[in-house]
């Protein structure tokens, strides 16, 4: 069976009642996780960004080691917890946000890669990501964003 199209999809869902459409969202819920996450975040988070942030600012904490060397396995697992959040959001603000947040953290706790040019090219790859988006928001935001990132000389 292929997925339907997003229009689709639209059209198939503007018909249905409240009952209806709080059904679906729940089944979908329960399919996978990704669903739920998303959900939580239209439902309880979208209204209050800054608390948004501010929660996925500190999942990003608990994941990092406090010093000494960072693995690459445990890079890439919170590299993919970041996507999907700013995913969720759609945000330049957020994504500007939690990008900053995580290579301020490694720059201050000074996590190493030792040899491994994967975790620092994932690294260098945040850092390119900030800049594209730091494009995208107003020219007073940038200046703000680009104090933030005065420490990240690193890598």
């Given at each position: 069976?292929?997925?339907?199209?997003?229009?689709?999809?639209?059209?198939?869902?503007?018909?249905?009642?409240?009952?209806?459409?709080?059904?679906?969202?729940?089944?979908?819920?329960?399919?996978?996780?990704?669903?739920?996450?998303?959900?939580?975040?239209?439902?309880?988070?979208?209204g209050d960004e800054a608390g948004y942030v501010d929660e996925v600012c500190a999942d990003i904490d608990?994941?990092?080691?406090?010093?000494?060397?960072?693995?690459?396995?445990?890079?890439?697992?919170?590299?993919?917890?970041?996507?999907?959040?700013?995913?969720?959001?759609?945000?330049?603000?957020?994504?500007?946000?939690?990008?900053?947040?995580?290579?301020?953290?490694?720059?201050?706790?000074?996590?190493?890669?030792?040899?491994?040019?994967?975790?620092?090219?994932?690294?260098?790859?945040?850092?390119?990501?900030?800049?594209?988006?730091?494009?995208?928001?107003?020219?007073?935001?940038?200046?703000?964003?680009?104090?933030?990132?005065?420490?990240?000389h690193r890598a």
């Open positions: 069976m292929k997925p339907a199209t997003i229009s689709e999809l639209k059209r198939a869902l503007a018909p249905l009642s409240h009952d209806e459409l709080l059904d679906a969202c729940v089944r979908l819920a329960k399919f996978k996780v990704d669903n739920k996450l998303l959900l939580t975040y239209l439902t309880l988070k979208s608990e994941e990092l080691p406090a010093r000494g060397m960072i693995h690459k396995k445990t890079l890439r697992r919170i590299i993919r917890m970041m996507e999907k959040c700013i995913r969720f959001s759609g945000d330049k603000e957020t994504e500007l946000q939690i990008r900053i947040h995580f290579c301020c953290q490694i720059s201050e706790r000074g996590l190493q890669w030792g040899r491994c040019r994967v975790s620092e090219n994932m690294y260098l790859a945040q850092r390119k990501k900030i800049e594209k988006a730091l494009e995208k928001v107003h020219p007073d935001l940038q200046y703000d964003f680009r104090q933030q990132m005065q420490g990240l």
